[in-house]
């Protein structure tokens, strides 16, 4: 039997990774420009991270973890429930405390790019493991962390990167989920409305009824979704600060040009969401069409031991970026072919070849180096197939006479080139990616 990816998990092969290269690297030139640096945290933790950061009732610590159970081998080790992140906003709170981050000058400004792994039903869109490029904002109120400004600055961050990609046809979805203060008048509310219906709901609506009952907007059961449609939004439990907040982040928005729309029933399904909370989606995608999401986190850090240290952040789902961007485009388009491929013509011709393949790679000229025991016909194949336009032929003579034969396979017209000036020819023919 042979061995396959396992379910939800995939490889990413070349030419797509090409596309996913372009992704990070846009990111990371966008990000720049607002004066975010990476963090790099470890791929899993401490089970309890994710339990007190992102929340128990949550359908993601609830059901959706890799989780084991990492035993003791040395007296000096200590047994301990680990879990593969299935975010990363709680791993870099917590690499945040750790390393008194706040020691630092001004705010913390931090992204990220890497895998994340869910237990979740794979389907288009959707993976178990699957990659995020996120950054996050934190820093005590003092520095500024706190202020709408902040909000702001990371949506039209954001509509920068989607600009720069060509990602169109997308909607920003935002919302407010209120401070902790008002959030238990809004429970009970929730619970009032909600006693009399939950037994006509689903199980897990029944558990999140109990447990906390906001996470009955995560539910995806159709036939719950008329009842939900009828409960108490959490618009209407906002204290005057929340208020004044997001009025102060929409007008902002409205000065940058970034388009939004209020969607009331968006809570995020995690529980740290506090004030501004916000999703983008795509048309092209289908089900699975919200390529980011993201928003506040005042209490994270004290949640997880820390010192009060506001923050906003969000993580785009890299997964979906790269399928919206081949919906739009050709991924082939941006691969590229190598500038020569080099074909050794007969016995001891390898050695020869591999030097000038070095002398010619120095130089920045991308070539594919082919073998001696290829015939030259099999060479001149092997080069279109790869989409490569000049072969150049290393044999005894060529290398003698310092003088190799450079064959172009789409006029067939063959010319000599000196070896010193080989490296010139193929730059000024330089294609670049
Ligand atoms: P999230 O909404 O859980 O937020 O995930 C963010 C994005 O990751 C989603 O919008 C989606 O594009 C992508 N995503 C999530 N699950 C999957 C999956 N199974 N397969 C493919 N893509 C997926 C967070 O993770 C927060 N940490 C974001 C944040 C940062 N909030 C504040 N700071």
Known sequence: MTIKAVRGTRDLLPPETELWNRVEQTARDVFSLYNFAEIRTPIFEDTQLFARGVGEATDIVSKEMYTWEDRARAQSEKAQSLTLRPENTAGVVRAYIEHKLWERPGLQKLYYIGPQFRRERPQKGRYRQFYQIGAEVIGP?????????????????????????????WTLQLNSVGSPSSRPAYNEALRQALSGVVERMCVDCQRRAVANPLRVFDCKVPEDQPIIETLPRISGFLDEADREHFEEVR??????????????????????????????????????????????YDGLSEALG?????????????????????????????????SAYIAPLGSGMNLEAAKLARELRLAGIRVELGDESFRLKKAFETAEKLGIQRV???????????????KDLKSGEQITVGRAELAEKF?????TI
């Open 141 to 169: 109120p003092s520095a500024g962390s706190e202020s709408p400004a902040r909000d702001a600055e990371v949506l039209e961050m954001l509509v920068m990167l989607l600009q720069r990609l060509g990602i169109k046809d």
């Open 251 to 296: 007008k902002i928005l409205r000065a940058t040009d970034v388009p939004f729309v209020i969607n009331d029933r968006l809570v995020r399904g995690l529980d740290y969401y506090t004030r501004t909370a916000f999703e983008f989606t795509q048309g092209s995608l289908g089900a699975q069409n919200a390529i980011l999401g993201g928003g506040r």
């Open 306 to 338: 820390g010192p009060r240290a506001p923050g906003i952040g969000f993580a785009i789902g890299e997964d979906r970026f790269v399928m919206a961007l081949s919906a739009a485009s050709d991924a082939n388009s941006v691969a590229s072919a190598p």
């Open 392 to 406: 150049i032929i290393v044999g005894e003579n060529e290398v003698a006479a310092r003088q190799f034969a450079v």
């Open 427 to 431: 730059q000024s023919g330089k294609r």
